[in-house]
């Protein structure tokens, strides 16, 4: 899911000047390798892997079944899945390299899909069709587009007789869109860690965006991700007739408590990646919200200049931890005073924080022993940012440049979430590389009517292959 992360490289660079931005365009007719991915890609795509009506497992055999063919050994394609959940397998690969010293890579990506109703939809959501320039589906973007890119890479390679020094890995996984659901990179990363441990993982997250009119903005690399964390607010009381209220009330307990929460912002703060953003992104818009972000990497108490940034939700987020109010039910009858009332409260915990940590600033903030606070889910590993590593955003720039070329490329942190959580947790540095495309409105994507320009797939799939096999042979 990285409709986040390229949401806020919109708003970084729309005032840019256009006069320095690439043309997007129509496709000429596709080469032979560009047919063969199409098939693999429309497969895919094709195949339902929603949690509501799909099946991960066997699109993963689908996969396999390509790199069987191509020539790729048994021996090197392990598929996986738990029994309490058969239908939300993966796969990983594991293509050899020459080098006895030079340790692996891994290409990361989930092949489940959100959910998408049929009579929501245009277009059939599970059918790839062409028009007006782009591929319409589920997935097409998030994040079947990657693991066709990195499936078809492998194939390629091998259908090729091609030896990379560096043994290159493949994961795609299960579970990224549910949080509450399996997830195959939590389970590869916990339970079979040899298999895909690597010394970098290349994952969704980064990406290119329009300014909706037919010209590249920007290429983004994400170097790291907020934590996740829901946490559940609870009030209980012991009710009574609804003819007789109280002020001691658990709605009016829980409504005081969300109160607090709405009114507290967490202070600003910059790490490597959030101040190399907004140094480099800040410089290419002459506007006053570029302007106010070069002045907050000089001095973060500029209280002018943060004024101005803030009125940006994307840019307001990258810079602290956020906690909102998404869901809240109580009650149990209309002529009843309520007896219990929950509320979800999701953070988005900037990174070297920990939920505990947020955890003790709610409860100080709320300050009311009668709200008590868990968490929705515990355990969940903490993200961990990638350094900004030169050895590897300096190949993912230089490729930028010739297929993205004139386009600025620019690290960002993700305010969302993406597998990299688990892999980063478990000591693979996960980066999001610059990749497709997608226009100021977000492509439908985990809305309706998703879709991706088509020239956007192929140029970003030939630069996702130029960069494996640099990476590959450093």
Known sequence: ???????????????APVAAQVPTGQMGPLRPDQQ?????????????????????????QQIATRMEAAGIPKDAITLFSVPDHPKEG????????????????????????????RSDWVRDPFKLIEEGGYYYARGTIDDKYMASVWADTLIRFAQAGYKPERTVKMALTCGEETDTAFNGAEYLAANKLPLIDAAFALNEGGGGRTDGKGHLLVETIQVGEKIYQDYTLTTTNPGGHSSQPKPD??????????ERVRGYEFPAEFNDTTRAFFTKAGAMRPDAIGKAMVALTKNLDDAEAMAVVNKDKALHSMLRTTCVATMIEGGHAVNAL??????NVNCRIFPGHTPAEVKDTLTKLIDDPGVA????????????NPPLDPTL???MEKLAAKYFPGVPVVPTMSTGATDGVYTGGAGIPTYGVPSIWGDPDGNGVHGLNERVEVKAVYTARDYLYALVKELANP
């Not at 899911?1 to 005032?15: C, E, N, V």
């Not at 009330?249 to 408590?257: C, G, R």
Request: glycine share 8%; aromatic share 6%; proline share 5%.
């Open 1 to 15: 899911m990285k409709g986040s992360i390229l949401a806020a490289a919109a708003a970084a660079m729309a005032a």
């Open 36 to 60: 063969q991915f199409f098939g693999l890609y429309k497969e895919l795509v094709e195949t339902d892997t929603s949690i509501a009506s799909g099946d991960c497992t066997i699109a993963a």
């Open 90 to 117: 993966g796969i990983v690969v594991v293509y050899p390299g020459t080098s006895k010293t030079l340790e692996p890579m891994l290409l990361l990506a989930h092949i489940d899909v959100v959910n998408a109703k």
């Open 249 to 258: 009330n658990a709605l009016y307990e829980m409504a005081d408590a969300l």
């Open 338 to 343: 309520p007896q219990h009332v929950t509320a």
């Open 373 to 384: 606070i868990t968490y929705r889910r515990e355990g969940k590993p903490l993200a961990v």
């Open 393 to 395: 955003i300096g190949p």
